[in-house]
């Protein structure tokens, strides 16, 4: 196919697609699926090699948030049985990352619910970072707390944060209807925040919410605009007692075109498989594997996933390797960009608050002169869909902010 030998070309050297190329690869036939793994499979080698990093999200603090953003089961008015809790402390946090540490994760991502923190909200979580730092030796720590004031960025990264994760999760065009409480505008100011402050940002998105193969394609545009060196894919988990309860929009193929969509757009820079990886791609998750460099270990913020040991099974059978924290994750071009502008030499970051995160870019990439595009025997496009598998959704009900012991 001359699309894909194109868009391996152009991933190899750092070129953005055009968008119209970016569209025919969520409009390729199943027929055509495993040429287009094959394809961004190059490409993940190209820069990531056959190496999985793993990350272990740990829920700082639970629902009760007052946004409204309708993917989100700790929403104000969500319904969900998930649980609610309030900050924990800064040892049972670090008790919580120790357990996915020990478990192979070389990231910790700490989330809270809410719109974003007070400074006594950051000087909590700073103590955190520092806690778990000390127990961890190597461990990367990101943030996710929600849209930052001035200045909260920067006491995070002194208190030793690697990264700070804010999605943008969805274009800007339909962002006011997946929320009303806050803007992407919000989102992105955040996520500069944060590079600003010297932190590697980590923003991605979620699919499955009733966007067009256009929105895909503008939020991944608008990401790489932005520049995050982490991009988390969340595939919508539709938690009965959401708005979006009802949108099971998503196949295992559809999941496997986005991610490839994501790898040729973002070649460089770390593609995370976030929430929904099991209730989405399900017996497929392994493909996935060549076209994300990076997972997040056993459970999420208020679902639970597969065994940790499962995943680290699936890694190893499909023949990658889990990576080691002596080995940086980002190419050394970016790996010495991140450096450059003040953050450690740790990789990139990688947020798990599927819901919380964003930003905007300032304005959306140039496409490049448009290349041959051959006619699709389009199969799949946004109307897609799956049948509900309400039965793979299980709310967390162990690890943080509980008495029984983590997945992990
Ligand atoms: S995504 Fe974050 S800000 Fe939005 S409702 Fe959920 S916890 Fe609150």
Same mark, same amino acid.
């Given at each position: 196919?001359?699309?894909?030998?194109?868009?391996?070309?152009?991933?190899?050297?750092?070129?953005?697609?055009?968008?119209?190329?970016?569209?025919?690869?969520?409009?390729?036939?199943?027929?055509?699926?495993?040429?287009?793994?094959?394809?961004?499979?190059?490409?993940?080698?190209?820069?990531?090699?056959?190496?999985?990093?793993?990350?272990?999200?740990?829920?700082?603090?639970?629902?009760?948030?007052?946004?409204?953003?309708?993917?989100?089961?700790?929403?104000?008015?969500?319904?969900?049985?998930?649980?609610?809790?309030?900050?924990?402390?800064?040892?049972?946090?670090?008790?919580?990352?120790?357990?996915?540490? %020990? @478990?192979?994760?070389?990231?910790?991502? *700490?989330? /809270?619910?809410?719109?974003?923190?007070? &400074?006594?909200? !950051? =000087?909590? #979580?700073?103590?955190?970072?520092?806690?778990?730092?000390?127990?961890?030796?190597?461990?990367?720590?990101?943030?996710?707390?929600?849209?930052?004031?001035?200045?909260?960025?920067?006491?995070?990264?002194?208190?030793?944060?690697?990264?700070?994760?804010?999605?943008?999760?969805?274009?800007?065009?339909?962002?006011?209807?997946?929320?009303?409480?806050?803007?992407?505008?919000?989102?992105?100011?955040?996520?500069?925040?944060?590079?600003? %402050? @010297?932190?590697?940002?980590?923003?991605? *998105?979620? /699919?499955?919410?009733?966007?067009?193969? &256009?929105?895909? !394609? =503008?939020? #991944?545009?608008?990401?790489?605009?932005?520049?995050?060196?982490?991009?988390?894919?969340?595939?919508?988990?539709?938690?009965?007692?959401?708005?979006?309860?009802?949108?099971?929009?998503?196949?295992?193929?559809?999941?496997?075109?986005?991610?490839?969509?994501?790898?040729?757009?973002?070649?460089?820079?770390?593609?995370?498989?976030?929430?929904?990886?099991?209730?989405?791609?399900?017996?497929?998750?392994?493909?996935?594997?060549?076209? %994300?460099?990076?997972?997040?270990?056993?459970?999420?913020?208020?679902?639970?996933?597969?065994?940790?040991?499962?995943?680290? =099974?699936?890694?190893?059978?499909?023949?990658?390797?889990?990576?080691?924290?002596?080995?940086?994750?980002?190419?050394?071009?970016?790996?010495?960009?991140?450096?450059?502008?003040?953050?450690?030499?740790?990789?990139?970051?990688?947020?798990?608050?599927?819901?919380?995160?964003?930003?905007?870019?300032?304005?959306?990439?140039?496409?490049?002169?448009?290349?041959?595009?051959?006619?699709?025997?389009?199969?799949?496009?946004?109307?897609?869909?799956?049948?509900?598998?309400?039965?793979?959704?299980?709310?967390?009900?162990?690890?943080?902010?509980?008495?029984?012991?983590?997945?992990?």
């Amino acid at each position: 196919m001359d699309l894909l030998n194109t868009l391996v070309d152009k991933g190899l050297r750092r070129e953005l697609p055009t968008r119209e190329e970016a569209l025919a690869v969520l409009a390729t036939s199943d027929d055509e699926l495993l040429d287009v793994v094959s394809a961004a499979g190059k490409v993940r080698r190209q820069w990531f090699g056959r190496r999985v990093k793993l990350n272990y999200l740990v829920n700082l603090k639970s629902g009760l948030c007052p946004e409204d953003c309708s993917y989100c089961s700790q929403r104000l008015g969500s319904t969900a049985g998930i649980l609610k809790y309030t900050w924990l402390k800064p040892d049972e946090a670090s008790q919580a990352a120790a357990a996915g540490v %020990a @478990g192979g994760a070389k990231r910790v991502c *700490l989330v /809270a619910s809410g719109r974003g923190p007070t &400074d006594r909200d !950051v =000087d909590r #979580v700073s103590q955190t970072i520092e806690a778990i730092k000390d127990q961890n030796e190597g461990v990367e720590v990101c943030a996710c707390l929600g849209l930052l004031s001035a200045g909260q960025a920067d006491k995070l990264r002194t208190a030793g944060a690697d990264a700070y994760n804010h999605n943008l999760n969805t274009s800007e065009g339909t962002y006011g209807e997946i929320t009303t409480t806050h803007t992407y505008a919000d989102r992105v100011d955040t996520v500069q925040q944060a590079q600003a %402050a @010297g932190l590697s940002a980590c923003s991605g *998105l979620i /699919a499955g919410m009733g966007e067009t193969d &256009d929105d895909l !394609v =503008d939020v #991944v545009y608008a990401l790489r605009d932005l520049d995050p060196d982490s991009v988390p894919v969340n595939f919508l988990i539709p938690f009965e007692g959401t708005p979006l309860a009802k949108e099971w929009n998503l196949t295992p193929q559809r999941c496997l075109r986005i991610l490839a969509m994501v790898r040729f757009v973002c070649p460089d820079v770390e593609v995370r498989i976030a929430g929904g990886r099991e209730v989405h791609l399900r017996s497929m998750q392994p493909l996935a594997l060549h076209l %994300a460099n990076s997972i997040f270990l056993g459970d999420y913020l208020t679902s639970e996933g597969q065994a940790g040991k499962t995943d680290l =099974d699936m890694i190893a059978d499909a023949g990658f390797e889990v990576e080691g924290t002596d080995t940086v994750t980002l190419p050394e071009h970016r790996a010495d960009a991140l450096a450059a502008a003040g953050c450690g030499s740790h990789g990139d970051g990688g947020g798990g608050c599927g819901p919380c995160g964003s930003s905007e870019p300032a304005e959306p990439a140039e496409p490049a002169e448009q290349s041959a595009v051959p006619e699709q025997s389009a199969s799949s496009d946004a109307s897609e869909s799956s049948e509900a598998r309400t039965d793979l959704v299980a709310v967390r009900r162990r690890g943080a902010g509980t008495d029984l012991a983590p997945n992990a």
